[in-house]
């Protein structure tokens, strides 16, 4: 990683750092806590912006260029390059069953599995431990802080932005890559995994009557519950929404519409 990506991560590791000192006393697990929703949902705004008139279009000419396993493919790389902050993260949890999967996930995955674009460690029975440093830093108790819209990352807290930038830091292919391989990689990431999850992120923003609720509340409840180990929901109410480490756009995962079916006795 560069000196310039690595001065900007600090810089906002200090930033969120001096937000989470001066939050207020946290709102018990799950409960949402959004003093700065004032500020929070005109940055919402401009990120569906964003969104809206850049990332939304060059998703659809990238799955346009593009084939479907191919895109799962950068995907799985994508993961298998965040396997040292999972393997801090599980160290950090005293998790060594979780760290030692995520060793030989990587071991796996990069070498027959060509770099991680495949994945024979799930084959192989190797589960993946999907951990993160805002999730250790929860496990040690740090509360998160008020819900915290970042302009063009998106939802986050106090304690989780701080976790990103660990994240960042530790993304191997920012040790050996100069800064603009590190930002093609980057953007390459984020439009694949939107245009991943395009018909899902649509049907969220269909069906939510208030939109920044439903991210608000969806990222909240699946903090709460990464960090305290539980299972999320299933009954498709979007808490996969930011299930991928929330340190990327790759994390919609939303169930897609039920087809409706016909009505037996409708008339033709």
Do not use: H
């Not at 949902?41 to 799955?63: E, I, S």
């Not at 993160?132 to 932005?161: H, K, N, T, Y």
């Amino acid at each position: 990683m560069s000196r310039a990506l690595v001065s900007r991560v600090s810089s906002l590791a200090a930033a969120c750092a001096l937000a989470t000192a001066c939050a207020s006393t946290p709102a018990p697990p799950g409960t949402v806590s959004d003093p700065w929703e004032r500020v929070n949902r005109p940055v919402f705004a401009f990120n569906l912006k964003v969104d809206d008139y850049v990332l939304r279009p060059v998703a659809k000419g990238w799955t346009v260029i593009t084939f479907e396993q191919l895109r799962d493919a950068i995907a799985r790389f994508e993961e298998n390059l965040r396997f040292p902050s999972r393997f801090v993260s599980n160290v950090g949890q005293a998790k060594p069953v979780g760290a030692a999967s995520e060793v030989g996930r990587f071991v796996v995955n990069s070498t027959i599995g060509l770099a991680g674009f495949f994945d024979p460690a799930t084959r192989f029975g190797i589960p993946r431990s999907d951990e993160d440093i805002g999730q250790m830093f929860g496990r040690w108790g740090i509360p998160p802080g008020p819900f915290w819209v970042i302009p063009l990352l998106g939802p986050s807290d106090p304690r989780d932005a701080v976790g990103m930038a660990c994240d960042a830091v530790l993304n191997p292919l920012g040790w050996f890559v100069p800064f603009w391989g590190s930002l093609a990689n980057g953007g390459v990431n984020i439009v694949n995994a939107r245009a991943r999850a395009d018909k899902q992120i649509e049907n969220a923003r269909r069906s939510a009557l208030d939109y920044y609720v439903f991210v608000r509340d969806a990222y909240i409840q699946m903090r709460d519950n990464a960090v305290r180990d539980s299972a999320p929901p299933t009954s498709g109410t979007g808490y996969d929404l930011y299930d991928t480490g929330a340190t990327d756009l790759g994390v919609y995962d939303l169930p897609e519409e039920p087809k409706q079916e016909p009505k037996k006795n409708a008339p033709p």
